[in-house]
């Protein structure tokens, strides 16, 4: 069966930016400096001849998709940049004509085989994985999906029902979806305003004392300031993983600095990138804050994937323990059904969505976890511009997701400067929020 509203895509146009950091960001004990935001615009045709062109945008965050010890940053940069190119390329070529979320599950193991292809290419030491692959596939999805919407006429997430999607939720995940819309799980109009997560990084000041060098461009230089400035609630704090003092004290004093600047309710997620040895590391964590100040566990809403990405080479690291006192989400792991299935069974009782593993997939992972009665929360990748749009935009329409996180304004703010003029209340934080009320125009983030 085949519908008149199902597309293809005719053009594709890639280009690429370099963004630098206002300041170092740390992740996985890496301190990055700078980002590559990578941007396409593809053209769309309908079955009967219509088109319009649509754009997607996402920075590559090569250091977090792609992290290697044998393999420098640089390489791994580089091969996400030819693996665009390639993606780029095979797009052109591609000639099924369907719904966006089955476009993107067709052309997904070609993506896969590409990033083989750029492994073998480049002679990489470790393979490009497939996290890697889906941040770049990315970009074009949001691509496809914004122009589909546009060439309707429509806000695309009032697309996704099965007058515009043939196919059924079971056809990306299990027969416990038969007959079930994608649709159901998301809304059609986007909620008016959601809290923003402001990132605590593991390099960042959290008081005039620990300030080396001032910057004088007008934004924060330490935590308070920033809670002052935006009248932020909520915080991501950033955790370093091999050193449990250390990760206990900065909550501690993240907490401090946070409740004595503003008299206010604070929630704040715990991200160890991956780096906590094993659960009882994060157990021990969590109730030594708990012993030291209750109401500073009580702040903690959520913890990200506290050990290592790959759940099937790590079946020890269990969460049930640690599910037991706070929602733990899986992030990194995520990159298919088989990983989320997997994550269930390791106790993992969350999800965190992040646009840059693509909308198609995003949007269906979001099903099965309302499905499951998982915790659910949206995530950045230091989303700046028109990438940030779709990362809020995803927030804003999954019904359970109460926070949206967003740090390039910390990090590479300029980069937002073109986009925050025509969305100013997206790029604008009041009372700790943002308007996610205008994300509801033509296509993906008009």
């Known amino acids: 069966m085949t519908r008149s509203t199902d597309i293809k895509v005719a053009d594709v146009e890639p280009s690429m930016d370099r963004v630098a950091y206002r300041t170092a960001l740390k992740f996985g004990g890496v301190p990055t400096t700078h980002a590559t935001v990578f941007t396409v615009k593809m053209r769309v045709e309908t079955r009967d001849g219509r088109s319009s ?16 010890k044998r393999v420098p940053a640089a390489d791994t940069a580089k091969a996400m940049e030819v693996l665009a190119q390639k993606i780029a390329r095979a797009y052109t070529a591609f000639d099924d004509c369907a719904h966006p979320v089955e476009l993107a599950h067709r052309f997904e193991p070609e993506a896969f085989r590409l990033a083989d292809e750029v492994t073998r290419q480049m002679s990489l030491a470790d393979p490009m994985p497939h996290l890697s692959a889906l941040v770049v596939a990315s970009a074009f999805d949001a691509a496809i999906h914004d122009a589909y919407g546009r060439v309707h006429g429509r806000h695309v997430y009032e697309c996704y029902g099965p007058e515009w999607l043939e196919q059924d939720l079971s056809t990306y995940l299990d027969e416990r979806f038969k007959g079930e819309s994608l649709a159901s799980y998301s809304q059609v109009r986007p909620k008016p305003r959601l809290p923003l997560y402001h990132l605590v990084g593991a390099l960042d000041a959290l008081t005039d004392a620990e300030v080396k060098e001032r910057l004088s461009d007008g934004l924060p230089n ?5 809670i002052v400035k935006d009248q932020l609630t909520h915080l991501k704090v950033k955790l370093n993983g091999n050193d449990a003092n250390w990760d206990i004290e900065r909550i501690l004093a993240i907490d401090r600095v946070a409740t004595s600047t503003a008299p206010r309710a604070f929630s704040f997620s715990l991200d160890f990138n991956e780096q906590c ?21 009580d702040r903690v809403a959520y913890v990200e994937q506290p050990t290592a990405r790959d759940l099937k080479a790590h079946p020890e690291n269990k969460m049930h323990a640690a599910a037991k006192l706070k929602p733990v989400v899986i992030d990194e792991s995520l990159v298919d059904y088989e990983s989320l299935l997997l994550s269930r069974e390791q106790g993992y009782s969350g999800v965190a969505l992040k646009s840059c593993k693509g909308q198609s997939q995003s949007l269906v992972m979001a099903a099965a976890a309302q499905k499951f009665g998982m915790f659910l929360c949206v995530q950045d990748l230091t989303c700046p511009g028109q990438s940030f749009l779709q990362s809020a935009g995803l927030a804003a329409h999954i019904g359970p997701v109460t926070a949206i996180e967003g740090n390039s304004r910390q990090y590479c703010p300029g980069a937002n400067t073109a986009w925050a003029a025509k969305f100013p209340g997206v790029f604008t934080i009041r009372d700790g929020h943002i308007d996610t009320s205008v994300l509801s125009g033509l296509g993906l983030t008009a």
């Open 222 to 226: 330490t935590l308070g300031e920033w």
């Open 53 to 68: 062109w649509g754009s997607g945008s996402m920075p590559f965050g090569n250091v977090w998709s792609f992290p290697s």
């Open 277 to 297: 040895p094993n659960v009882e590391y994060l157990l021990e964590v969590l109730w030594q804050v708990k012993e030291k100040n209750a109401a500073c566990f």
